[in-house]
């Protein structure tokens, strides 16, 4: 009976150690408004600023993107949703269907 509790209690360390070693996003999220009127929360995932995660109009949804080529500015997809930045403001739009969220998407 021992044994199962310290393999029980030794796998539940496992798993603590486990979670605890994945790189955590940063609560801070940037908000911008575009000409649609459409809200962008959105932060880059970790320092290599190589993904972001976008919410859309204050939702509950995260869609974690990639950054992929670009011919300027920064781009980043999943296969659904895509977001192109360039300098201070940037568009959203489905990618598939490229149906425009909003443009002109920046601070308010």
Known sequence: MIGIRQVGLAAATLLLVACSSQPE???????WVCDSQTEVLWRFVNDSVDQV???????????????????SGALYSDGRLSFHTKGEEGLVYWTATDDLIGRGCKAP
């Open 25 to 31: 996003a940063p609560d801070q999220w940037n908000r």
């Open 53 to 71: 995660d976008v919410r859309l109009g204050g939702g509950d949804i995260v869609y974690r993107l990639t950054q992929e080529p670009a011919g």
